[in-house]
């Protein structure tokens, strides 16, 4: 169950006064261009153009915006607007972009969002608006090929992949805890606040050299630059509440919110199926603050903190057996970094710092577990585009990992300093061939050894709206903290070889890819008893995937579906027995579609996921190992929001329910300590109900 809603989705439909903003789209050649897209930028407010070129878009928000206007075979062109100015008149001239239409772009393994240049598959605001993934980053995700929606677990199960095997990036950073602390059976909301971003990508495989300690994929995510405009507000949901406020300067901005989230009121109302001994209670505070340091150079300073408390009396079925678990967790995060561009903007050098602390304070039973880490990181990359169809990087990397666990009376305290460089270059042949080949190298004090790694892709444009990308690389990660506070002595890093192939076709806001993957799995450490770890361990994971988006063909309605095929095994249960990881499903689809009702100012998406049956594997003893089924898993979700005025500010509401259905079959299952056979996780209640109320008050 989810229960931490970022508030802030909702600000891209919240109304003000109505204005009319009204005129033609033509061409060079002053021809009209009829059936042009014109929209409010990173918004789902739009229009098209007649016949004749014109169009009318009407909108109810305050401050200045920007217009985007685009069409097939033109380039895409804006315009500044301030509806406080009234009603207005704006005429585009668009120019032809045959050559750069369908660019050559590497998307093996890769969905991006909101950067120039990318293949667009997914904006921003998609996390914020897609059911059953109320705000949430990872439940998004999840909706595209070769992820596992896993219902008792957060994290990112990615093609045959554990969710220890995918890293956040932010701002070229890693963050390390993007999820609230894990309680078994439950599957803990993220951290993050989609909206904070600009761009999105997400890797399944054969990522930059830029990035590293990550097996199976990243999520890499590029925060916003200045706010428009200053505005507070805040919001009261079902779960809780928030306060928030933006002051924009002239060079900068600041964002502060507050949030407190207590899921007892909730409780009380709904039959829930978890025994509560005490209810999620979360509070967090936030701050960004970004500024132009200079006509060329950018600051952004991210900290956040926030502390968790909660409990649950586990019973095993059929036994007397119960466990009082109880967790109080504390967070806190800082992020800087600087960029500063060349006069020509050909070259770039970005410098950052982060640091990062996260404790636990857990009562499971009769046992008292203490486990905290900090992650100390520094980094630097050098950018520099020698045409427009050639660049490179080149950086290098440092981070101090800190590793404090304690059980009752054991003790243990792991430190590992590890240092990377790494290159990478990038050319375009013609716009119809593009390479991307790179170097990284990694030194870990723990491990005591140096790996040097290549990663490799290139694409190749065969016709105008087709292409095929190909991506090979090997990835290494350091061992899970848990495993690393019992090998004190040092173990050496797992490694992962990945091999893909991918095939997009795009046409006219529509995209249709299909790619298959082969990754080969070494130096694994066994997962059950981490005081008696063998290493060593290979698997392999091996698929074909399926994704089609449709923003085109019925007006209004943006819908897309993802199909995966799955094959994966390893030798990480035992050391002898090859066996499919219990998280991984043959075959899971995913469907979802979302429609804006222009008339009545309503938007409604719904979502549907399955996967199919799957076998968890238990091994009391590291020797023997059994197989307990899990049925297969479907649900049903959907959402509503409405931009509306309450006290004379632009207000949304904003609706929701998962499981619509409300069946509740067995998720899986989970070890916990106390019990000697794995707990049954079942849903914590049949549908799970939201409703929350956002209101903002522009001070511009």
Known sequence: MQFVLPPVIFQAGLLNAQVRITGRVYDMKNNPVPFANISIADTYEGTVTDDSGRYELVTGRPGPIRLAVSSVGYATAFA????????????FRLREAYASLYPVVIT????????????????????????????DIQATIETLPGTQRIGYSEGLFVRGGSDKESKYIMDGMI????YYSHVPSLKQHGRLDPFLFSGTVFNAGGYSAQYGQALSSVLILN??????STVSGGGLHTFGGNLFHTHRWKKTSLYINGNYNNLAPYHSLVNSYTDWTKSPEIMGLRLVFRANTGENSFLKVFADVSNTMMGINFHQPNHEESSDFRINNGNAVLHANYTKYSDDNRSSLFLAIAASCNGDRIHDADMLMRKSDFLGEGKIVYKRSVTNSLSWLAGGEYMHTRLYGSLDSLRSDISDPMVSLFAESEATVRQKFAFRL????????YSSGINLVPRTSLAWKFSGRSQVSFSYGIFYQMPEPLVMLYNPQGLSQEMSSHYIANYQFQFADRTFRAEVYYKQYSGLVTEYLPR?????MAGYARGFEVFYRDRKTIPGLDAWISYSLTDSKRKTLIPDAEITPGYVSKHTLSVVGKYWFSKIRMFFSASYHYASPRKFAFSPDSVHYSLLPVPAWSSLDISISKPVKLLGRPTMLFFSLQNLWGTNKLLGYEKVPAFAEPLPVYRSENRTLFFGIFISMYND
């Open 108 to 135: 093996a393994g890769t969905f991006a969002a909101g950067e120039q240049g990318k293949a667009e598959l997914f904006r921003p605001r998609d996390i914020g608006t897609t059911a059953g993934t109320p705000g």
């Open 80 to 91: 500044d607007a301030n509806p406080e100015n009234g009603d207005q008149n704006i005429e």
């Open 175 to 178: 963050y390390p805890h993007p």
């Open 438 to 445: 790179g170097l990284r190298s990694e030194y870990s004090g």
């Open 223 to 228: 925060s916003r630059g200045i706010a428009d």
């Open 532 to 536: 008696h770890n063998y290493t060593g």
